[in-house]
């Protein structure tokens, strides 16, 4: 998902999902010509969406690997970020910081209850995470999984509602809570990347318990 992307801004959605990339990478991934992709690149450069770093790696030639700009970024929004702020902020101010707690907590039980109804059916763990990352991508946090190791990488490359989760991080700690609940006691669950704290998404590692 690349938060349906008009044609000429697809590079954003790739970039976005697997982060910084090389001229040849997206071409590929664009599976247009390097000359279509260097193109599209210098377009965006231009509106100051993407920009490029030279990376000397072995002998070979320099690359110019392309990323994200902050304005880039920003095509894919956090949904009513200055108002969900300032009803946090309100909440906190008027009602305190334990009715706060109590509302980011019931807001992650309505989510856990509508995960598990939706995945019942799922009991096989790779099924499972198929499933709750596609939850999760309709939500707008282009989730993706893969394998990793002896486990699997819950891979979450945007967050939707991010102003709100700096403001009240509470809304991450009710996260983890509700995959450890939609996983089962029988896997770990534990964020390895936070996009809170820099990372460029955000990212669970499950393993089997034990």
């Known amino acids: 998902m690349h938060n349906e992307l008009p044609e000429n801004e697809k590079a954003l959605g790739i970039i976005k999902v697997k982060g910084p990339q090389t001229l040849l990478e997206l071409a590929a991934e664009m599976n247009i ?3 279509g992709a260097r193109f599209h690149l210098l377009k965006l450069a231009k509106e100051g969406l993407v920009q490029a ?3 000397s790696k072995g002998r070979g030639r320099p690359q110019q690997i392309w990323a994200l ?3 880039g970024n920003a095509r894919f929004p956090d949904m009513h970020a200055e108002l969900t702020v300032k009803l946090i902020d309100s909440v906190r101010n008027i009602l305190g910081q334990p009715a706060l707690d109590k509302i980011v907590a019931a807001n992650g039980k309505a989510g856990l209850e509508r995960y598990l109804k939706e995945l019942e059916e799922k ?4 099924a499972r995470l198929k499933g709750l ?7 707008g946090y282009m989730a993706d999984v893969q394998k990793d190791g002896d486990g699997y990488l819950l891979v979450e490359n945007h967050c939707p509602i991010c102003a709100a989760a700096a403001s009240c991080q509470g809304f991450c700690t009710a996260e983890l809570k ?3 609940a939609v996983l089962g006691k029988k896997v770990n669950v534990e964020r390895v990347a936070h996009i809170l704290k820099g990372a460029r998404r955000c990212a669970y590692k499950i393993t089997p318990a034990g």
């Open 178 to 180: 509700t995959f450890k």
């Open 53 to 55: 770093t030279t990376e």
């Open 123 to 126: 009991t096989d763990l790779k």
């Open 33 to 35: 010509t390097v000359e």
């Open 133 to 139: 990352a596609a939850i999760r991508t309709r939500e």
């Open 69 to 71: 700009t902050d304005l």
